[in-house]
């Protein structure tokens, strides 16, 4: 702004366009732009999008056939006068949201609705750390819970976990939703470390695995935004952790905050709507979860209320306990991934002691996520042809008729070039000549017989 009215100081004094870029060191177009009225100081130009001049089309060629590929769509805009490149193109497509959502591609993950309906409910999920827990719980002091809440009925649950990782987060979601009755169409969270770049709001590769396995979407909410719902199932669940023991472990805790969620569901929502959910996969998602253990005196190793045994020379050493969610047993390694032991996987909090052989060599694959077969939806399986309203916006882009709109969209790869031979006929170009190998031969050749003279001596 400063420098702008400096140059109308300058102008009105009779100095010239040049001068006065001479002497702001800026470039005399812009210094003509603002003196002239065509840009207002401190106003930034709005960025100039091509896109927009094709977006109605897109809408209607989309509108047609969810299914089109960006490709074909980037094609046709090209041949309607588009200069822009496919990932500039791609980006606005995703920025605008234009591309409608099938019906039947959200419904091909081979789980139904329950009750043949679509989904209508969204699960909210919130991170809750409530302090001075047991020792015994291997939590670090600090209780943390997963709640779910379903945001249209408001049930909800609560999940302990021992810690904030992806494998435990996994499992605590899988846990709540269960005991929910389902999933909805779309996950709402926080910027949580599992799900997210707390500073940038980006999905992580690994979590993305996740939602797609149990087919649903996944929406980030504004820092800070909690509504009433969030904050009475908080309150609730404080007020549970105040009337817990310290002398029960965390699956007997576990079981009463179940059944206090539960009770507190039938006092406040009594003749609450059914429930529309997504049946969920019949196993969890493959995640592994690798915790720490230390071996007592008589070889057992602890882990969820039960007692692993491992050989007696063992004891006192620190070994790791790793599960995968899907499975039904546990393996029992070194800290440098050595298995020494796989046992059956006992009920949580039975207080059972499981022995058995437990020198097995074994070699544990990564875990890779086990997506659900689907099948092709039979919308997309071949591309739709172009409707009135799509020729329409044709016309419109290029300025023509109908007719030529058609023209200029159906328009087809160039044919292979004719070349005309001496004799007077035509026929397809000739294939390159090739180069020359002669001197390539005679030098290989030649190197062949000084290598054969060297063994010879």
């Not at 090209?78 to 995703?94: D, E, P």
């Not at 991170?127 to 719980?137: D, S, T």
Request: charged share 25%.
């Amino acid at each position: 702004m400063e420098e702008y009215e400096e140059a109308c100081a300058l102008r009105s004094q009779g100095w010239s366009v040049s001068a006065i870029g001479r002497h702001l060191g800026r470039d005399r177009k812009t210094v003509r732009s603002y003196l002239s009225g065509q840009r207002i100081a401190g106003t930034r130009a709005p960025a100039h999008n091509e896109y927009l001049r094709y977006a109605s089309y897109c809408q209607q060629r989309l509108n047609d056939d969810p299914h089109l590929q960006a490709t074909v769509l980037h094609a046709e805009i090209v041949r309607l006068g588009y200069s822009g490149g496919y990932s500039t193109f791609t980006r606005a497509v995703r920025g605008h949201l234009i591309r409608p959502r099938c019906q039947l591609c959200q419904d091909d993950f081979g789980y139904s609705a329950v009750g043949g309906h679509p989904a209508t409910e969204d699960v909210r999920f919130d991170w809750l750390e409530l302090p001075a827990a047991p020792a015994h719980w291997h939590c670090g002091g600090r209780a943390h819970v997963l709640l779910a809440s379903l945001t249209r009925s408001g049930r909800w649950r609560g999940t302990l976990t021992e810690s904030r990782e992806l494998p435990q987060f996994v499992e605590a979601m899988d846990q709540a939703m269960r005991c929910l009755g389902g999933t909805g169409r779309r996950w709402v969270f926080d910027r949580l470390p599992p799900v997210c770049s707390a500073r940038s709001g980006r999905l992580t590769a690994a979590f993305t695995d996740v939602a797609r396995y149990y087919g649903t979407t996944i929406a980030i909410r504004a820092k800070d935004e909690l509504n009433d719902l969030d904050e009475a199932h908080r309150s609730l669940t404080q007020h549970w952790w105040r009337t817990v023991p310290d002398s029960i472990d965390a699956q007997a805790a576990q079981a009463s905050l179940d059944q206090f969620a539960q009770r507190a569901e039938e006092r406040t929502l009594q003749g609450h709507a059914p429930r529309l959910l997504l049946t969920l996969p019949p196993r969890p998602f493959p995640a592994r979860i690798c915790t720490r253990r230390t071996v007592t005196s008589q070889g057992l190793v602890n882990f969820r209320g039960n007692h692993y045994a491992v050989p007696a020379d063992l004891a006192g050493a620190v070994v790791e306990v790793r599960q995968r969610l899907d499975e039904l047993h546990l393996s029992i390694t070194t800290t440098g991934g050595a298995v020494i032991a796989r046992h059956h996987l006992a009920p949580r909090g039975a207080d059972l002691t499981v022995a058995g052989p437990c020198l097995i060599a074994t070699v544990e694959r990564k875990a890779r996520p086990i997506r659900p077969a689907r099948r092709r939806c039979p919308a997309g399986a071949s591309p739709r042809p172009y409707s009135r309203e799509a020729l329409a916006e044709a016309a419109a882009l290029c300025g023509q008729d109908a007719r030529q709109g058609v023209t200029a969209l159906v328009t087809t790869a160039p044919e292979p070039a004719t070349h005309h031979h001496a004799n007077g006929a035509t026929g397809p170009c000739p294939a390159p000549a090739t180069r020359d190998t002669g001197g390539c031969d005679k030098r290989a050749r030649h190197l062949t017989a000084r290598h054969r003279r060297r063994e010879t001596s």
